[in-house]
């Protein structure tokens, strides 16, 4: 009986031990697709607009590297980062800052189809 007392015990100090490490100023459910701004971003309203304007040559039927549909968007999303980050696409380079920050933060929210 007392060892089964002390088992409960240490099995208790362990557990409240291991809940006294968390962060205390993590929220208790985390905000689904929130950017770095705190802003959730849409496939359909933020992305699709912004390739549709920045992306032409990929959104076409036929192109290379398609970027048509989300699939596609979401199997090449990392190098579209890489290449939008660094300038390279699109190739007259005419991005403004809050397009590139906002397929970034679409990206590394997981690049969410919502």
Same mark, same amino acid.
């Given at each position: ?12 100090? *362990?557990?409240? !031990?291991?809940? /006294? &490490?968390?962060?205390?100023?993590? %929220?208790?459910?985390?905000? +689904? ?14 992305? *699709?607009?912004? !390739?549709?304007? /920045? &992306?032409?040559?990929?959104?076409? %039927?036929?192109?290379?590297? +398609? ?48």
């Amino acid at each position: 009986m007392i060892r089964v007392r002390s088992t409960l015990l240490i099995g208790s100090l *362990v557990a409240a !031990l291991f809940a /006294a &490490c968390g962060d205390k100023n993590a %929220p208790l459910f985390a905000q +689904p697709d929130a950017g770095a701004g705190g802003t959730a971003f849409s496939y359909a309203t933020d992305i *699709v607009p912004f !390739l549709q304007k /920045a &992306c032409t040559c990929h959104v076409s %039927p036929g192109a290379s590297i +398609p970027l048509d549909t989300y699939a596609n968007v979401k199997l090449n999303a990392s190098a579209c980062d890489s290449a939008i980050r660094a300038g390279s696409m699109p190739p007259s380079g005419t991005l403004d800052s809050a397009d590139i920050a906002t397929f970034h933060d679409w990206f590394a929210a997981g690049a969410p189809n919502n």
